[in-house]
């Protein structure tokens, strides 16, 4: 019933910026909080960024001053806004949202695809 699609990924020059945008469809309940994790191979996925549901963000410590997530509630939709991105930067970029589906059953934790940020010098 929840299909998350992430888009914005791409190829950047260090100091370089992207968009990544992430929209959640389908039949539920609520979307509660929503967030930005990344991975690179063979480590684990961090969390970037997370809104709540009354746009409380919080960030990693590695993007803070460089990176800003935002949320359409309308469209269930949040938004990462890379600045200045560096090579530690490169990673699959995943979407995370937090949906209550069906009014009588909890919450569940939601993923998308992924997308790809390179970032080269």
């Known amino acids: 019933q929840v299909e998350l699609v992430e888009s914005g990924g791409g190829l950047v020059h260090i100091g370089g910026s992207l968009r990544l945008s992430c929209a959640a469809s389908g039949t539920f309940v609520n979307v509660y909080t929503m967030a930005w994790y990344r991975q690179i191979p063979g480590k684990d996925r961090e969390l970037v960024a997370s809104?709540?549901?009354?746009?409380?963000?919080r960030y990693d410590d590695s993007v803070k001053g460089r990176f800003t997530i935002s949320r359409d509630h309308a469209k269930n939709t949040i938004y990462l806004q890379m600045n200045n991105l560096q090579p530690e930067d490169t990673a699959v970029y995943y979407c995370?949202?937090?949906?209550?589906?069906?009014?009588?059953?909890?919450?569940?934790?939601?993923w998308g695809q992924g997308t790809q940020v390179t970032v080269s010098s």
């Open positions: 995370n949202a937090d949906v209550h589906v069906r009014v009588d059953r909890g919450s569940w934790y939601y």
């Open positions: 809104i709540s549901k009354i746009d409380d963000t």
